[in-house]
């Protein structure tokens, strides 16, 4: 619907073409693995455009990449003045400085990209670790309503195991940005081996990584192909996918049992196995109560909401992260 404008004498006329772009606007950018994806949102965060483009590696590289998506999505909306911008990067982000470390993926040992990338497009600059910003994103796009004090959670089963926590509207980033990182809680010390150093970490059984070492295939992603022939009821098919989601269910006790929040939203790129995957989680979350009536009594899978798939939930909280900061 077209805005009206009320004059003085009360009579309304249209707006004309730049008005409408007038009002406050934020960019959002997240930076992943294999693509840079960015959208222009309002105050609400309705998405107003979006961009993506491929992935490069390195400093220089991800900074252009960034900048010039801002810039086509600012240049295609006249009158558009960017209030803020937020990226949202894997790593260890220090979000008070706006400086990256360890992005490995990204061919980044250290980064300010707060500074840079602000120096080059006028606006303030806001970073957050990937995972917390989708978290921001997923509870937006669901219309999860925060309660004051009460944490949700967000788990990303990515390449990575992270959860995000939101407390109050805002992301929990602890004293020193590790919050969350449930995919380094080495649960099996016995098994197997972890790139943080450690042995038996959660993340080496559910994430996507994990997924792709434990059951590989020629062609394609490994988890749809694991789901289908699991469900044909082939055997080590079925074995490996109770381990995969064994690994799940102790990471959403684990989040469930340290912030207790109030709703717990899956994504990542394993659950794009859908509803199957879910209803696996759900029945072995049960299962794990069913001796307890502590965990019973928890309701731990009735707190579990399916992240909106096909949303770009990584940019519009990256976008939301910086307009709230
Ligand atoms: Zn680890």
């Known amino acids: 619907m077209t805005a009206q404008v009320a004059t003085a004498q009360g009579a309304a006329v249209?707006?004309?073409?730049?008005?409408?772009?007038?009002?406050?606007?934020?960019?959002?950018?997240?930076v992943g693995g294999t693509k840079i994806e960015a959208v222009m949102v309002d105050l609400h965060g309705n998405v107003l455009a979006s961009q993506r483009t491929p992935t490069h590696r390195g400093n220089a590289a991800v900074l252009h990449d960034i900048t010039m998506l801002c810039q086509q999505l600012i240049a295609a909306r006249p009158g558009a003045t960017a209030q803020s911008i937020g990226i949202g990067i894997p790593g260890q982000v220090d979000s008070d400085s706006g400086v990256i470390h360890s992005a490995v993926n990204l061919g980044i040992s250290e980064f300010a990209v707060a500074d840079e990338a602000a120096a080059l497009l006028h606006a303030?600059?806001?970073?957050?670790?990937?995972?917390?910003?989708?978290?921001?994103?997923?509870?937006?796009?669901?219309?999860?309503?925060?309660?004051?004090?009460?944490?949700?959670?967000?788990?990303?089963?990515?390449?990575?195991l992270a959860a995000g926590i939101i407390r109050s509207g805002r992301i929990d980033h602890g004293a020193?940005?590790?919050?969350?990182?449930?995919?380094?809680?080495?649960?099996?010390?016995?098994?197997?081996?972890c790139p943080c150093?450690?042995?038996?970490?959660?993340e080496t059984v559910a994430s996507g990584s994990a997924v792709e070492r434990l059951w590989p295939v020629k062609h394609g992603a490994a988890m749809p192909d694991l789901m289908a022939k699991a469900q044909t009821g082939d055997a080590k098919a079925n074995e490996m996918l109770d381990m995969v989601v064994a690994g799940v269910c102790r990471a959403v006790q684990i989040t469930a049992l340290c912030v207790d929040p109030a709703t717990i939203i899956i994504g990542g790129g394993l659950t794009r196995?859908?509803?199957?995957?879910?209803?696996?989680?759900?029945?072995?979350?049960?299962?794990?109560?069913?001796?307890?009536?502590?965990?019973?009594?928890a309701a731990i899978d009735r707190r579990i909401i399916a992240a909106p798939a096909g949303r770009?939930?990584?940019?519009?909280?990256?976008?939301?992260a910086a307009f709230i900061r």
Request: proline content about 8%.
């Open 14 to 30: 249209p707006p004309t073409p730049t008005q409408h772009y007038c009002e406050p606007i934020a960019i959002g950018v997240d």
């Open 176 to 193: 020193t940005g590790i919050c969350g990182e449930i995919g380094h809680i080495a649960v099996e010390p016995h098994r197997f081996a």
């Open 312 to 320: 770009p939930i990584g940019a519009i909280g990256a976008a939301k």
């Open 124 to 160: 303030p600059v806001h970073v957050e670790n990937d995972v917390n910003a989708a978290a921001l994103g997923a509870m937006a796009v669901l219309g999860v309503s925060t309660r004051p004090n009460v944490a949700d959670a967000f788990i990303n089963l990515g390449t990575g």
């Open 197 to 202: 150093g450690q042995r038996g970490c959660l």
């Open 273 to 297: 196995a859908g509803q199957p995957f879910f209803d696996r989680i759900t029945a072995m979350l049960r299962e794990l109560a069913s001796g307890s009536a502590f965990l019973t009594s």
